[in-house]
């Protein structure tokens, strides 16, 4: 019997072209008006998209803010831009938070396969439904940054698009990597560190490494662990094992606090680093985004579970209807 039933690895093989389609859905669809701030509101992996555009629009000059919760912050008003975003369509903080946003008069972008949050929404940007929310990161990150371009809110090269389609063109690659990463990390528990820069790749790689492999992973950021987690490394065990995601943009000083902190680190536990690939920002994240999802896949493999089922979180969700 094979352990994939599903099988996620092609699905992860075909993520390159999944972002390519997502390129084209946002065609057409803007809002107008003065927009302040622009939140993203959903749960699990359909708010990791929110999470890469906040870092990805970091200097620019309007706030984003990812919500997990049913409400959404009380400064969001008629001046804001609310990307709902919920892959079944029935998540219920969503839909909770979007008629929240209703209600404050936001401008309101949904993005889901259907459910109740297309019905529910004026503007829809459908994606493709069959996938584990998780599996479609291109789907609801993508058409969130093709509104935002085509309302003149932010602009994105297509030399940076160009760029991030050729890195994750290369399959094999990240492919044969993220297999042999997988195999250091076996039988340990992950505890991922970036900049905080990109400390939402990161808790991607941990949220994928808990969902695909069923397995306890952690994540924390550069210079913030330093001013506390580094000190629980003085009794740390050895059954965790820790992965640096390094990027040749993090500031100079978190480069050498990284630096530092791996000495320290390898003195109790095993250190693993991770180089992000490419020149501008959108290649950087999703190379190292699109390894990460490798080495889930195969940390469950070489754990004898199939990697798509989620047991644990649908129970879960049918005891909240009963």
Same mark, same amino acid.
């Given at each position: ?21 997502? %390129? ?14 622009? *939140? ?11 999470? %890469? ?7 620019? $000059?309007?706030? *984003?803010?990812?919500? =997990? ?7 969001? /008003? &008629? ?7 919920? !892959? ?24 889901t ?5 297309? +019905? ?18 291109? #789907?609801t ?5 093709g ?9 994105v090269?297509?030399? +940076? ?13 990240? /492919?044969?990597?993220? &297999? ?17 820069? %990109? ?10 490494? /808990?969902? $695909?492999a069923?397995?306890?992973?952690? !994540? ?5 662990? /330093?001013?506390?987690e ?15 995601? =390094? ?9 050498k606090?990284?630096d ?9 536990v095993?250190v693993e ?16 985004? #699109? ?12 754990? =004898?579970v ?13 005891? %909240?209807?009963?």
């Amino acid at each position: 019997m094979t352990l994939d039933g599903q099988n996620l690895l092609q699905v992860i093989k075909d993520f390159p072209k999944q972002c390519r389609e997502a %390129l084209d859905l946002p065609r057409g669809i803007s809002v107008s008006g003065q927009v302040n701030n622009i *939140v993203v509101t959903g749960m699990g992996g359909s708010a990791v998209g929110g999470d %890469l555009l906040r870092i990805y629009l970091k200097d620019a $000059n309007i706030p *984003v803010y990812v919500n =997990r919760d049913y409400k959404l912050p009380n400064f969001v /008003n &008629e001046n804001s831009l609310v990307f709902a975003v919920s !892959y079944s369509g029935n998540t219920e903080e969503t839909l909770s938070s979007l008629n929240d946003a209703k209600e404050k008069n936001a401008k309101i972008i949904g993005i889901t396969s259907g459910g109740k949050l297309a +019905d529910e929404c004026d503007k829809v940007i459908t994606i493709p439904s069959g996938l584990q929310p998780r599996a479609a990161l291109g #789907y609801t990150f993508f058409p969130a940054l093709g509104v935002l371009h085509n309302s003149n809110i932010v602009r994105v090269k297509n030399e +940076d698009l160009n760029e991030m389609l050729e890195i994750l063109k290369q399959t094999d690659k990240f /492919n044969n990597q993220g &297999e042999e990463l997988s195999k250091k990390l076996k039988e340990k528990i992950p505890i991922i560190y970036a900049s905080e820069a %990109l400390g939402a790749i990161a808790f991607r790689w941990k949220t994928q490494i /808990n969902e $695909n492999a069923k397995m306890p992973a952690f !994540y924390n950021v550069f210079s913030e662990m /330093n001013h506390n987690e580094i000190a629980g490394y003085k009794s740390m065990d050895h059954k965790f094992i820790v992965v640096m995601i =390094r990027d040749k943009n993090d500031n100079n000083r978190i480069k050498k606090r990284m630096d530092i902190c791996k000495e320290i680190m390898e003195e109790h536990v095993e250190v693993e680093e991770v180089q992000t690939q490419g020149e501008s920002l959108l290649a950087r994240m999703f190379s190292t985004i #699109y390894l990460g999802d490798f080495v889930s896949y195969y940390m469950a493999l070489g754990n =004898r579970v199939d990697p798509s089922p989620v047991e644990i979180i649908e129970s879960m969700k049918k005891k %909240l209807v009963e």
